[in-house]
């Protein structure tokens, strides 16, 4: 068995949990609204059409904010297509995703909808066949109370109070060839600029995210960042980071040490921006929006097909993922949160049925993927501050990343409560962590382990299905003890310790 240490020290404290670190994303993409969020006729739906099922859900997710309508898709949006009556809604063509769009959904129902789950709505606008007018015609129509044309045409369409919408993405990974659109830095970076003058002419309050690097591996990563914000500097709030990854080459241990990247993505994207920051001689600090990330399997969409018909709603990127997943996508979480002094808010991409927690039959049962359970676990227990903590623990050799440490953790704590995240990454042995608790919260005194729950299987590719939707489920972990405080933690596993004073 491996053994490991760890030291949770209040001292360590890096930042408050940002309640926006547990946002996800809704595009109009595949399966996400249509028979995602929404299905009507189906036996669990609301007057409005929205599925009860998936808002169950995303509330038992604890899901803070959803980014909205996209994703690649938006920038090829044209926002007035999805308000209004219904049957004057025009059918487009969605060439993001080689689908057609009714726009049965648009941004009234999105955010009737995000009202109804909890969620803050976050937007983002179209700089790819758009610009500057289309940008603030739509705010107008979202944040203006009342009395100019598009304001009145919001209340007209029955949304008589203001949408309110404070966070806004000033489109979309305008870094990738594949985007419609598609600009180099300087040219994003000026259309940004412009875009976001504007808008704070309509709202100085609004908080925007600049488009940053759709990967670290993107040829222009860092350089993007640089000339982007260069433009935007004192016009934007974040930048955005966006980061999927797969298992390659069976790679499980290097797939499990996936976080490593992610690590470097934030620090590299935040000395570029604080360089920036130095160099224009402000003292403003920008903030990282990691506004898609996730486990996708992308190879396998790369390797497909294209598509030559023009589908509705048609079931695309619908990864099944098993165990190996959930726990690289649990040390992904615990990236996020270690960041949180400059990660201002995340989505995990997406919600429903495309590389989602929550999947969806037509018609029928919606249940939860073996993603689901990291994310709500930090979703509920991640409060107060976070806390820095560095195991002292066994190391393993990856292609990739070179030798990573076999754990990963991160600490929160408040008055009545500490937690520790921790991933055992290693893919064959089980580890023995002893825990130095340190004087526990503001008052002290002797620790304990209140409880601890573990999210494993002896089949690291075992997956729920909606004929088994609990097979990868998060269960008690009772082999804890004390005097000294330990626990063991089984192979590819997500574990969450609760800790209380004794
Ligand atoms: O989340 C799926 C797609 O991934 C999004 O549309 C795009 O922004 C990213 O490339």
Redesign the pocket.
């Known amino acids: 068995m491996l053994q490991a240490q760890l030291t949770i020290d209040p001292a360590h404290r890096v930042a408050p949990v940002r309640r926006r670190t547990f946002g996800t994303?809704v595009?109009h993409?595949g399966r996400c609204v249509y028979t995602g969020i929404y299905e009507p006729g189906h036996p669990t739906v609301d007057e409005e059409g929205f599925r009860g099922d998936v808002l169950a859900l995303t509330r038992e997710l604890g899901v803070t904010t959803v980014r909205y309508p996209?994703?690649?898709?938006v920038s090829g949006y044209r926002w007035e297509d999805g308000v209004g009556p219904r049957e004057r809604r025009p059918r487009r063509l969605d060439l993001?995703?080689h689908s057609t769009e009714t726009n049965e959904i648009g941004l009234d129902e999105f955010v009737r909808w995000s009202r109804l789950a909890g969620l803050e709505p976050m937007m983002a606008v179209n700089l790819g066949t758009r610009g500057v007018q289309e940008a603030v015609d739509l705010l107008e129509y979202c944040n203006i109370p009342s009395g100019t044309a598009l304001s009145d045409l919001r209340i007209a369409n029955g949304a008589k109070e203001p949408h309110d919408i404070r966070m806004w993405c000033l489109g979309?990974?305008m870094d990738?060839p594949?985007?419609i659109g598609h600009k180099t830095a300087r040219e994003y970076g000026r259309l940004a600029a412009e875009t976001a003058r504007a808008m704070r002419m309509v709202d100085p309050g609004l908080e925007l995210v600049a488009c940053g690097s759709?990967g670290s591996s993107m040829p222009t990563f860092g350089a993007w960042e640089a000339t982007v914000l260069e433009e935007t500097y004192d016009l934007v709030d974040h930048i955005s980071c966006?980061a999927?990854y797969e298992e390659k080459d069976g790679d499980l241990g290097g797939f499990l040490a996936c976080a490593t990247d992610m690590e470097h993505f934030i620090s590299t994207v935040v000395s570029t921006a604080d360089q920036v920051g130095a160099r224009l001689g402000s003292r403003k600090k920008i903030s990282v929006s990691f506004d898609?990330w996730?486990v996708?399997y992308m190879s396998r969409v790369q390797a497909a097909a294209p598509r030559q018909d023009w589908p509705v709603a048609p079931p695309l990127?619908e990864d099944h993922y098993h165990l190996a997943d959930a726990v690289a996508f649990g040390s992904l979480l615990i990236t996020l949160l270690r960041h949180s002094d400059r990660v201002a808010a995340a989505c995990l991409?997406?919600l429903v049925n495309?590389?989602a927690p929550i999947m969806t039959e037509p018609g029928g049962r919606a249940w939860r993927q073996t993603t689901f359970h990291p994310f709500a676990q930090a979703a509920r227990h991640a409060k107060g501050d976070v806390v820095r903590v560095e195991p002292v623990c066994p190391t393993y050799g990856t292609a990739e990343f070179g030798e990573v440490p076999v754990l990963h953790a991160v600490a929160t704590q408040d008055d009545a409560d500490t937690t520790l995240f921790v991933v055992n990454r290693s893919t064959a042995e089980p580890l023995e962590l002893e825990l130095d608790a340190g004087p526990l919260g503001a008052g002290g005194g002797a620790v304990r382990i209140a409880e601890a729950t573990t999210l494993t299987d002896e089949d690291m590719y075992a997956r729920n299905t909606a004929d088994d939707p609990d097979r990868v489920v998060p269960r008690p972990n009772t082999s804890h003890r004390s005097d000294p405080l330990r626990i063991v933690l089984p192979p590819v596993s997500w574990n969450v310790i609760r800790l209380s004073r004794a």
């Open positions: 994303f595009e993409l996209g994703g690649n898709f993001a995703w979309n990974e990738g594949w985007q759709s966006h999927y898609e996730n996708w990127l991409a997406q495309v590389i």
